[in-house]
């Protein structure tokens, strides 16, 4: 709720809300996710058409990212690597937000999705 109090109201219709925030870390992913959703005063369905899509690409991006984390494994270990070496790997999915522009009739927003790996040697 605090959050949401921080974000701009569009023209009294529109809002850009965080309704899905977490940072969670499993099987060495470590996940920051930050999932907007546009709210209006009444039922939109263009907002909720916008909301549906934005969830399915998110939900898409997490599944790719454990996908793609999964198959580096199972290549990491067929050619040699150890269980050892591997759990010294690290992998962050990120999804995040950025309002681009607002008037009193748009919004424009960016959700950005970038993943990295890595790996720690002591």
Avoid at 85 to 107: F, G, L, P
């Amino acid at each position: 709720a605090s959050a949401a109090a921080e974000i701009p109201v569009l023209g009294g219709l529109f809002q850009v809300l965080t309704v899905r925030n977490y940072d969670t870390t499993e099987n060495q992913i470590n996940y920051h996710v930050s999932v907007p959703e546009i709210q209006t005063d009444g039922k939109d369905a263009l907002a909720q058409q916008v909301n549906e899509e934005i969830q399915k690409r998110v939900d898409a991006h997490l599944e790719e990212a454990q996908q793609i984390w999964e198959e580096y494994r199972e290549a990491y270990l067929a050619t040699g690597g150890t269980e050892e070496e591997w759990e010294q790997r690290q992998m962050d999915v990120i999804v995040e937000y950025d309002i681009k522009s607002q008037t009193d009739t748009t919004v424009s927003f960016v959700v950005s999705t970038p993943t990295t790996s890595c790996t720690s040697i002591i």
